[in-house]
């Protein structure tokens, strides 16, 4: 079923009829709707809700809007239904849902219903949470008090066991069900290989050895320090608002991680101020973690954290080459000589993107949602074109790679 909303621009005035694809998500978290205006490039942030519809509600009209979007809390939608001019411009029965069966089929929409079905269950129910636990992990807390809290907020009876973890290790549990229920089969399949080597090293190593990990990645990043100060917040923050990226979802779901992805594929859940706000966030948190990424990968493969060897190529000094570097050469150094980690990481530290963010000079096209990012003050040719959706999905690739960093760290640190 799809329900018409009109509403109206409350800058330049101009009228838009959302026709918003309904489906049971409606029950369970309010629906991000994020439009820009295409006559005056205001961005008008909605949401919608169950019973009360679209809020706020001054924006609704009762004439029929010049420009017609099709809507979908959690499908991305084809261009055949997006930002089109005059009324009667596409059929009213036409969903996003009908529509992306044509293009893809059924079994694979269905794939993704199942990953939106684990989101909804297992992490929009306590999105917030993450955010308010922060605190106890932070000061590292009586984890009894941080417990009671997790009681409080599940309705379960206070616990009268004995408690062992700390807090840092009941939130990484934490953690670990939100990545089991963000994360896809097919990104296990085909992008956490590489995790998995990393653990299968870690069971056969020694504890001589996971201990000089941590201490020799320590000089340049306080492990502990970088999950309680960067990760962890990260991961909060963006999770607060993952309902913003279900749509981008899709990708993960399907298993078409290769950006850019060939379809015409838009996405209305959220604009591309958020986008570039999170993945230049996510960069830079990534980035603080590399040189231990790449301690872990000397140790794995020659037995010491600083010792690099790869064909010809020997250095003992491999973890300097990280020291007082710009995120830009640090990214250069994986790039070059870290092939298994560059692909692990791949889409989630383009610092093209990060630049155009910093440089605030940024040009977004509502028509094609096209972003081009200007990553090069100096150079006016030096752009990086990327479609709405697509930084979309790294964003959500850098929280899945950024959570199976955590919980890889702290699989670590159980071992010691
Ligand atoms: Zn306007």
Known sequence: MTVSTNIKCDVCGHTFTIKSQMDDSIFAYDWPIEIVCPEC???IALHMNYPDG???????????????????????????IYY????GSFNPFYSAYMNLCGLYGIAVIEKHKITIAKIINGIIPYKSLMIELLPFVKLDGNPEYLLNKLAVYFKQKRGEKRVTANCLE???????????????????????????ELRN?????????LQQLLDCASPFQDIDKWLISSAYPYIADIVNHIEQYLPATFFSSIGAFSIPHAENLNILTIDNRQVSDDYARGFEELMKIVPFMAAIHNLKHNGDCNHYKEGEVEYTNALEKFVNKTNGDKKKEIYNSYPSLKEYLEYTIENHIRNGKNHEDEVYDVKTQ???????????????????IDVSFRVYLQLVVMMEITILINYIKKKL
Do not use: C, W
């Open 84 to 87: 089109k001019e005059g009324i």
């Open 170 to 196: 009941i939130y990484n549990d934490f953690i670990e069900t939100i990545f089991n229920a963000l994360s896809t089969a097919e990104y296990i399949k085909q992008r956490s290989s590489y995790m998995l």
């Open 201 to 209: 090293f870690v069971d056969d190593a020694s504890t001589e050895q």
């Open 370 to 388: 096209n972003i081009a990012y200007h990553f090069n003050a100096n150079r006016a040719d030096a752009i990086h074109n990327e479609r709405l």
């Open 41 to 43: 490039s205001n961005h």
């Open 54 to 80: 679209i809020k706020p509600s001054s924006y609704i009209v009762k004439e029929d809007g010049k420009t017609h979007i099709g809507y979908s809390a959690t499908l991305p939608i084809l261009s055949e």
